[in-house]
Each structure stands twice: as C-alpha cells, then as structure tokens.
C-alpha cells in the first residue's frame, strides 16, 4: 500500500514538472515573479530661500585601515581589520546675506564699486554611499561566527571618512578657490551693468 501511494505522488510530481517545462517551452510561466509599487509619489513639504553662492566642490576619496581587537587574544580568534574605501564631496560657499552697508561701496559716478566679501565656509562632506564600500575583511573566528548572525554596521566607517575629508578639505585650496570663483561671478555681474569692481 505504501509502496503504491509513493509511486502514486512520484508520477504525480513527475507529470508536475513535465506540465511546467512544456508552459515554459511554450512561452507561459505560471509562476511568474511580479513587482508592484505603491508608492505615494513624493510631498514636496517647504521651500527654503538661500542667499549662499555655492562657489567650488571638491571630490575626496580616503581608504580606511581601520583594526579593533582584544587584548590578550590572538587576531585569528578575536578581532578584525577593515579596509573600506569611501568617496564624496565637499562643497564651499560664500554666504552672501551677512552683506551690510558698509561691504558694498559705489562711486558717485555709479561707474566703480567696492565690495567686502565674507570668507568662503566648508559644508559638512557629503559621501557618496554607491562609491564606499568594504574593500577587504579580516576576521577570527568569533568575529566571522557574530556577523553571520548579524551583519555589522558600515555607519563607524562613514563617521570616520567625514571627518577625514573634513580634515583634508580644510587643508586644501577649496576655500581659495571659492573666493575666486565668488569674486569672477560678481565681477561679472557688476560688468554687465558697466560698474568695475573691486574687493577689499
């Protein structure tokens, strides 16, 4: 009896997939993946007016050599070293609102101007999540055990090339390079309207 009702659900199971691979040679997938997204379409919530001149962006890109272990215990056991590969922006601005009176001096003539400019700002860096990523991994044994059961976070990775890049941005010629790229806008401008200007 039991050998009967085997054979029974073999040739069933056998004559499933023989129905399946002609629909699929047929062009007809009954078991085809589908996608659907309903999605709200996105709510633009504000508008916020700015008065800042976005005058030069730098790209960075810093490789971390980052190794956390525990003392006494060997690397292969415990601990891991990461090598993770991050890339991102730096923008500078000049921020034109703290402009008064007294930076923005015209000739009687109208024909000449002055202008005081502030000094260009760093923006926090902006990383670009697509271009970072784990280069290689390291592991011991409890460390390789504990993410195979939960995957670890990159968020230590991200904080520290930001202040990487924050750190080189400072050190770099992006601030200068605003300035001038703020002062040919202006200038410019000013010439459109036949006023030659000067910066103090």
């Known amino acids: 009896m039991i050998k009967r009702l085997a054979m029974a659900l073999i040739g069933v199971l056998v004559l499933g997939l023989a129905g399946f691979g002609a629909a699929s040679f047929a062009g007809y997938m009954p078991f085809q993946t589908r996608h659907v997204d309903r999605s709200q379409p996105a709510l633009l919530k504000s508008i916020k007016d700015i008065s800042q001149y976005h005058a030069a962006v730098g790209n960075f890109e810093v490789v971390l050599d980052v190794e956390d272990g525990v003392s006494g215990i060997p690397a292969m056991i415990a601990g891991r070293r990461t090598l993770f590969v991050a890339a991102g922006t730096v923008n500078t601005y000049v921020d034109l609102s703290g402009l008064v009176d007294k930076d923005l001096t015209l000739s ?45 976070q990159q968020a230590q990775y991200f904080k520290l090339a930001e202040t990487k890049m924050t750190s080189a941005a400072e050190e770099s ?28």
């Open 108 to 152: 009687s003539d109208g024909k000449s101007a002055t202008v005081r400019l502030p000094e260009p700002q760093l923006d926090k860096p902006n990383l670009d999540h697509d271009r970072s990523y784990v280069f290689s991994q390291d592991r011991g044994v409890i460390d390789a055990i504990a993410d195979a059961i939960e995957p670890p």
């Open 173 to 200: 010629d992006l601030r200068k390079q605003a300035g001038e790229n703020t002062r040919a806008m202006l200038a410019g401008m000013f010439s459109s309207l036949g006023i030659e200007v000067t910066f103090l």
